[in-house]
């Protein structure tokens, strides 16, 4: 992990500019609502990581067999405040997340879908997810790694949350094989809802 200097150039947490957006004031008026109609988002950074271990009874739960599991830390980042660009893409850790996947191997193929059931541990908060991964190459950066993108539906919400529902989505890269030189990570987007009723 770079040092980071103690005033760095002019960049903001996309997460912080996503969370900051506000309805103009020339909008027209929503009708009343027990869901907040913005939402709340997570934008962070996920890293296959052999501290982590993953949670296995956790991915015996999962609605496919698994076949593949991951354990992975998760990391605040920081982008350019002028154009978007991703500067800092392991700020701070700030969680762990379990990968549950079946993987077919004439699915590693570019158009080749993955089922995967996901846990994110972050501090204030724990999501659960399930969905498909979609592959997109299968020679970037180098042959045998994937570049895949996953879209996930909030699952398991427990009763007692005021969360109502949500969905996960990421640009992966998946190294299968394990070759070196590339991390299996992502860059993660979490938007959900939660419920303005006590």
């Not at 909008?27 to 949670?55: C, L, R, Y």
């Not at 089922?115 to 498909?132: C, D, M, N, R, W």
């Not at 190459?137 to 109502?164: E, K, Q, R």
């Amino acid at each position: 992990m770079k040092h980071h200097p103690t005033r760095p150039p002019l960049f903001t947490s996309l997460a912080t500019c996503l969370m900051a957006a506000t309805i103009s004031s020339g909008a027209a008026a929503a009708p009343p609502s027990s869901t907040n109609p913005q939402g709340n988002v997570f934008i962070f950074t996920s890293e296959s990581d052999p501290n982590v271990p993953a949670d296995e009874e956790f991915c015996a739960t999962a609605p496919f067999e698994t076949t593949a599991t991951f354990g992975a830390s998760l990391w605040s980042l920081h982008t350019w405040i002028h154009n978007g660009k991703l500067m800092y893409n392991k700020l701070l850790q700030i969680g762990t997340a379990t990968s549950c996947l079946e993987i077919d191997p004439d699915e590693l193929v570019p158009g080749g879908l993955l089922p995967i059931y996901l846990k994110f541990e972050l501090p204030s908060v724990t999501f659960t997810a399930a969905g498909l991964c979609q592959n997109t190459t299968g020679d970037v950066p180098i042959d045998g790694v994937l570049l895949t993108g996953c879209t996930l539906n909030m699952v398991n919400i427990p009763a007692n949350s005021n969360i109502v529902g949500g969905m996960a989505s990421s640009n992966s890269v998946l190294n299968p094989e394990g070759l070196p030189g590339v991390n299996t990570g992502s860059v993660w987007t979490i938007k959900y809802y939660e419920s303005t009723e006590n």
